[in-house]
């Protein structure tokens, strides 16, 4: 039964990461130097607090050192975190959900018991997927309906050597949590086809060089990978089904926590919005009571609420492989709609909180330019928003890839 009445356990956590976002992130995130969007360091301080509390190891099981935590409790606890601090919201999810999705899916016994210790006890130890590469972007264009719009072949290589051991040669471009990971996975092309490889960041060969936020256009920390004769052992190779799951044409991987994260943003906005419409006074009251003003605001909720419902149900069904929410449609993309639905919303959100602070909403030294400029970037993160409507409409007519 499609029910998303939040248990016991997932109030607790969203009290939890709300309290510490509060009380520890908000503060620091909220200064002047902070609210530039272009040069701001990573705050690994809080990315180090919030991994104390287990948000790291969110998804791992309790038996193996986490909280169990599902698809969708990762989304509120990505909110939260976002609605502080973008940045770290972004890379305590990337690691959450990889973590769960290698140690509890993907990764034989004997890796699991080779990675799953140091993962567990080091709160520094942060996960990278090492997918994309320079020419990658599908552009579907006209052809996205046929399969050539479809295949993109992989240019990192990984061959076996006289010793058994893989050998990777290839460049990735723009990985996520690249300048913070001691373990990547890396999607390589083999002799047997295309698959994923663990491979630690201080395995010989391996060169992260942080790219630079000139432009701004990514939130957390980024890198490009390149790795020259990086051997690692043969046993390091996951099982065939990794490569469709994690960087698959179709793959939904991350993608709700990825939108929970904007939702957090555009309500930071929202909450700032009400604040200063409470406090500011024009015509002899709160700027809250104008009707223009009024009316915004609940177009910002709305949008809110709208993003939110779409993250949950998509959430819901990555937890309930197979059942749809409604049954009053052929099975959807969900994952892809949230994404749709929540970088065109929360990109209105944001501009109409801002619009609320009058001139005040685009000065530098305010958060509302930030929140502005946070959103955009989630507009073209991923496939982008033009590509995902194409997987949209190939789902809704049928089409499916080979």
């Given at each position: ?13 969203r ?46 099981p ?32 990337r ?15 004997e ?20 997918d ?10 006209v ?20 010793r ?23 999607l390589?092309?083999?002799?047997a ?13 391996l ?15 980024c ?24 960087a698959g044409?179709?793959s939904?991987?991350?993608?709700p926590?990825?939108q ?42 709305i ?6 419902n ?8 990555v ?10 449609f ?12 929540t970088a ?7 501009k ?19 929140y ?11 496939d982008g ?9 190939e ?8």
């Amino acid at each position: 039964m499609y029910d998303l009445r939040l248990s016991e356990e997932q109030i607790a956590i969203r009290d939890m990461v709300r309290d510490f976002v509060a009380q520890d992130v908000f503060p620091i995130a909220t200064k002047p130097e902070r609210l530039e969007p272009f040069d701001t360091p990573l705050a690994i301080d809080l990315v180090d607090a919030a991994s104390e509390l287990g948000l790291r190891t969110l998804a791992l099981p309790e038996d193996a050192g986490g909280a169990g935590a599902d698809t969708l409790t990762c989304c509120i606890v990505a909110e939260e975190l976002a609605a502080g601090d973008v940045d770290v919201a972004s890379v305590l999810a990337r690691t959450a959900a990889l973590g769960g999705v290698l140690f509890n899916q993907l990764m034989n016994d004997e890796q699991r018991g080779r990675f799953l210790p140091a993962f567990v006890e080091d709160s520094r130890y942060h996960l990278a997927l090492a997918d994309r590469e320079a020419g990658m972007e599908t552009a579907l264009g006209v052809d996205y309906h046929r399969d050539t719009g479809n295949r993109v072949d992989v240019a990192t290589t990984a061959r076996r050597n006289d010793r058994g051991e893989w050998v990777v040669n290839g460049e990735k471009t723009r990985v996520a949590n690249a300048p913070l990971a001691k373990l990547f996975a890396v999607l390589v092309a083999t002799d047997a086809g295309n698959g994923i490889l663990l491979v630690p960041a201080d395995a010989p060969g391996l060169t992260v060089t942080e790219v630079p936020r000139d432009g701004g256009w990514y939130v957390g920390s980024c890198g490009d990978v390149s790795f020259k004769d990086c051997a690692v052992p043969a046993d390091n190779m996951l099982g065939p089904e990794a490569a469709d799951l994690l960087a698959g044409p179709g793959s939904d991987f991350g993608l709700p926590e990825a939108q929970a994260i904007n939702l957090g943003v555009g309500r930071a906005a929202f909450e700032a919005a009400m604040e200063y419409a409470g406090v500011r006074v024009q015509g002899g009251r709160p700027i809250v009571e104008h009707q223009a003003i009024g009316a915004k605001l609940a177009e910002v909720l709305i949008n809110l609420e709208t993003a939110r419902n779409a993250i949950w149900q998509a959430a819901w069904t990555v937890d309930n492989p197979g059942a749809e929410p409604t049954g009053n449609f052929p099975p959807l993309p969900r994952a892809k709609i949230s994404q749709v639905v929540t970088a065109e919303r929360i990109y209105r959100a944001t501009k109409d909180s801002a619009e609320c602070f009058g001139a005040m909403g685009v000065m530098r030294d305010m958060p509302l330019q930030k929140y502005i400029h946070v959103s955009r970037v989630f507009l073209h993160t991923g496939d982008g928003n033009a590509d995902t409507k194409l997987r949209i409409a190939e789902a809704a007519t049928g089409f499916s890839h080979p």
